[in-house]
């Protein structure tokens, strides 16, 4: 019997169709096969292949092939450059590059008071938490100082009598010397007496303060600091007689007597016939207190420091938020408008609850745990601006140095004739910059460290050099044949040449005019730590392996 397909279609199709009684047959396999596959009389199927599927979405999208070529041939060399683009934007960001470009600007706190015994300790011990944080995360520098006969002690500047030749510490003194990067022999302020203060205002001329100097390079700089920083309130009167160092700068004295007249009087009379306003003299008036700007600060804000119920530290994170405008990280506007270079920060706790005669346990001794707690609240400010500073260098490419040192140290209750117990003071270095890094490398310290490194760092880094060129050459050949050891605390700015012993050294001129006046001088202190600008952030020269 032969077999007959169409009968088999027939026969099927017959079986598939619905009965008359309403109901369907079966569903069958066989029915499924035949959908896919189609009648057996129809030419069979090539299954497609992945290429023929694209081409025909390509035919059906009116994508032409010579597209598609294009995109195979270039789509590589595209992912490529991406990628070399990736490499080279890490390389030049990670702290090795010449080419990345910041804002630099800077930050100095002075901590008056601050022993450096005390402070070594205190920081070894993790009592000073966010300065010990910086230092460790941000690869910082300090001087150690493990005891008094430690050389790597950083040293606060003495002033001479030139009546009595003895030797003494002056908090105002401390402050000008941080403040102008030269001794006390050229600043002129050698007391805390506002006619030794007012010697600044001529002497600036010659040697200004790092806040003039960075005012008179055509940028901003900004202080918040209470008395001897700024001129300041009198806590038993109220009244604005206390002289800061920074305004004092900004008086011009009346021509009867000026501050030459006055800084030679400060010379000829011991020290001690010098502890209260010289009544006899034409002093002129002081700048208020409340005034928002000066000549060498764009925004000056004097804090309190006489209260002990927490008021000082509010008004002092008051004006730090109105002084950076909030952290960018949440998302604050007001920060856009934020353009100093250098911020001075100054705290004074320390030294003036040494000396209130009511705290008996509070004194300079390291086992003092009132002195303690104090140097951990104003850690604690601190750690408030270093907040600021580490969302700015990582929110608007900013490269930001940090220095912190002090105006002198003490024994027991009081400071100014204990030697070394008064003149180790801390000095810490440390950066937040915009490479990948996050931070600086750092040199280490050059021996002898005084407070008086703190202008030259500063400066340099903002790219406004400290010295002129010749001056600098002079400066590195000085410690190449003299050696790191030299003592800059006896020869400061001062030479010996056989006829006169108290000569001052002789200063160049430069052809061009410079940042500060018609001549720079040679600084007494020298950059610490850092090789260079601010402005494009690279390693220091460091040991192999380090």
């Not at 001129?231 to 000026?258: F, H, K, Y």
């Not at 911020?343 to 705290?359: P, T």
């Not at 202008?455 to 590195?476: Q, R, S």
Request: aromatic content about 8%.
């Amino acid at each position: 019997m032969r077999f007959d397909p169409q009968q088999q279609q027939q026969h099927q199709g017959n079986k598939d169709a619905p009965l008359n009684n309403g109901h369907s047959q079966p569903f069958k396999v066989s029915k499924l096969s035949l959908d896919f596959t189609g009648t057996n009389d129809s030419a069979p199927m090539k299954a497609a292949t992945v290429q023929e599927i694209v081409d025909q979405q390509d035919a059906d999208a009116d994508v032409v092939r010579a597209g598609r070529c294009c995109t195979v041939v270039f789509l590589p060399f595209i992912v490529m450059a991406l990628l070399l683009g990736t490499i080279f934007g890490v390389f030049f960001t990670n702290g090795r590059a010449l080419d990345v470009e910041g804002v630099p600007r800077a930050v100095l706190f002075i901590i008056e008071g601050f022993k450096g015994t005390t402070f070594n300790e205190l920081l070894e011990g993790q009592r000073l938490p966010h300065i010990r944080q910086m230092l460790l995360e941000q690869h910082g520098v300090y001087a150690a100082c493990a005891s008094l006969e430690d050389v790597r002690c950083a040293r606060a500047v003495l002033v001479e009598d030139d009546v009595t030749g003895e030797a003494f510490i002056s908090a105002g003194a401390g402050i000008a010397t941080i403040l102008t990067g030269v001794s006390p022999r050229r600043h002129g302020v050698r007391n805390d007496t506002w006619m030794s203060y007012a010697a600044l205002s001529s002497t600036s001329v010659q040697f200004p303060s790092v806040a003039l100097r960075v005012t008179l390079a055509k940028k901003r700089a900004a202080a918040l600091g209470g008395p001897r920083l700024l001129n300041g309130l009198d806590a038993r009167t109220g009244q604005c007689n206390v002289p800061g160092v920074l305004d004092a700068e900004c008086v011009t004295p009346p021509v009867s007597v000026n501050s030459v007249d006055a800084n030679e009087f400060n010379r000829t009379q011991p020290a001690a016939n010098l502890t209260d306003v010289v009544d006899h003299f034409d002093i002129p008036p002081m700048m208020s207190c409340l005034h928002l700007k000066s000549c060498n600060l764009f925004k000056r804000a004097l804090t309190l420091s006489s209260g002990r119920d927490g008021r000082e530290e509010r008004e002092f994170t008051r004006g730090l938020i109105d002084l950076f405008g909030g952290l960018s990280s949440e998302g604050q506007e007001a920060g856009n408008s934020y353009d100093n270079s250098l911020l001075i920060f100054n705290f004074n706790a320390l030294a003036l609850r040494a000396g209130e005669e009511n705290l008996r346990d509070f004194t300079y001794d390291q086992g003092s745990l009132e002195y303690a707690a104090q140097a951990f609240l104003i850690d604690s400010l601190v750690g408030q601006v270093l907040a600021f500073v580490q969302d700015r260098a990582r929110s608007r490419k900013e490269n930001w140095l940090v220095v912190g040192t002090s105006n002198h140290g003490g024994v027991g209750k009081s400071f100014g004739n204990f030697g070394d117990e008064d003149e180790v003071v801390p000095f810490f270095l440390a950066t937040y910059t915009s490479n990948r890094r996050g931070y600086r490398r750092l040199r280490p310290l050059t021996r002898p460290v005084t407070h008086m490194d703190a202008a030259p760092t500063i400066l340099k880094w903002l790219g406004i050099a400290p010295y002129d060129e010749d001056d600098e050459e002079e400066e590195k050949q000085n410690h190449l044949e003299g050696g790191d050891n030299t003592d800059r605390r006896e020869e400061t700015g001062w030479q010996h040449n056989g006829h006169d012993q108290n000569k001052p050294a002789a200063s160049k001129t430069r052809t061009s005019p410079p940042n500060t006046g018609d001549q720079r001088t040679l600084l007494d202190g020298v950059p610490q730590g850092i090789c260079g600008s601010g402005l494009r952030p690279k390693d220091c020269a460091v040991a192999e392996g380090k």
